[in-house]
């Protein structure tokens, strides 16, 4: 499975790896990574290497093809493809000479991020989960997955998944609410292939659960969310930064902010993630001086 990566800076240590929410692609993170670079400047950290990586159908991004892809289950769900989409990510890794990032996945990119620390534990060395969830879909959820791909497939409409787009004052966050965010959501909708969308779709549906996974997480972490999120809020988001008990999770709240928090507030996203990055680093140089240190011994 290929994987389209986006180097948007190239610095020292480990990459940021910002895997991107369904159903838009990297450039969600456009004004976020650049908070992050500048934040990381004013904090006197060395420069990032930070990664924003198409998921395979997102923008650019190649569609896997059936044995990419793997096994299809009775209802068109796609069991192992988010297996292999982890795996591909690992393999994007090795072959630019790293052993392990610190992973930030947004809404499906959670998903992803948390199968990566399932399958590939020793490729993190830091993740945060961002506006997301463990579970796996239940039976509603996994089959209106499965209906939107269906429809995307059949008649390439992206109506679908505009909702994305749309606003409810009464609900949604003031920047959700926006005419500036409007467009640029729907901008970043028209722009994706309907049977890129329709494959992330059917893979998202065939997920694992993965709350499991929380408990044997024990690098630096950062839970965060929008209050105002309607899949995930504080009180999906408080218990999974609860339940990471092989680490200290900062969990961070951000207020007026809906799902997608790297478009809503870029700048304070930015701020726990350049937090998150700052402890891995003194980690890793904690390690490095051991090590050293060990040497000097023997």
Known sequence: ??????????????????????????????????????????????????????????GAGPIPDAAETGPVADDGAYPQAMDRLADAYVGLLADAGYDRAVWVGLSMGGYVVLDIQRRHPEAVAGLALCDTKADADGPEARARRIEIAETMEATGTREPIMHFAAANPMRDSTVKCSHDFIVAMTRLIDAQNPNGVAWRERMAAGRPDLNDQLAGISVPAAVVCGDKDPSSPPAVMGPIAERMTGTDAAFTVIRDCGHFSAMEHPDQLARALVALVSRVRTLESLRTDSSALEGTDR
């Open 1 to 58: 499975m290929r994987i389209l990566n986006h180097v948007i800076s190239r610095g020292t240590g480990v990459p940021l790896v910002l895997v991107h929410a369904f159903p838009v692609d990297h450039h969600m993170w456009d004004e976020c990574a650049a908070r992050i670079v500048a934040q990381a400047k004013e904090e006197g950290l060395d420069e990032l290497t930070i990664w924003a990586p198409d998921m395979p159908g997102a």
